[in-house]
């Protein structure tokens, strides 16, 4: 179960299968079902025992991949207008329910995210 609040943002219709979104405009989007990343010089976080795989993109737009879980779950951001900290620490319930078959070696502090 996806929560209905993200911060400020509430969950709204989204028309795409397996995806969710909060805010109007989205500032936050979920994909379910994308294929769990391989081995990365990414950064990782974990946050409730969910580690997530953050890459940045030149825009200044994060996508936040599980890491370790198969199907993984896409979270897409931008940190400036919502605290990615809030959204991974409110989407790490759900995210949990498939269970973890491998972790990160390498972990940052979530602080940083």
């Not at 994909?31 to 025992?49: F, I, K, L, M, Y």
């Not at 599980?66 to 940190?79: F, I, N, Q, S």
Request: aromatic share 4%; glycine share 6%.
């Amino acid at each position: 179960m996806l929560p209905e609040v993200i911060g400020d943002a509430e969950r709204r219709p989204t028309s795409s299968q397996a995806t969710s979104a909060w805010g109007d405009p989205s500032q936050v989007v979920l994909r379910c079902g994308v294929e769990a990343p391989g081995p990365t010089t990414d950064p990782c976080v974990s946050v409730n025992n969910v580690d997530w795989v953050a890459h940045e993109d030149k825009s200044g737009i994060w996508t936040l991949t599980t890491y370790g879980r198969t199907p993984a779950t896409e979270v897409v951001l931008d940190p400036n207008v919502i605290p990615s900290s809030t959204v991974l620490a409110t989407l790490s319930d759900s995210a949990s329910r498939i269970p973890a078959q491998k972790q990160c070696t390498s972990v940052e502090k979530a602080e940083k995210f």
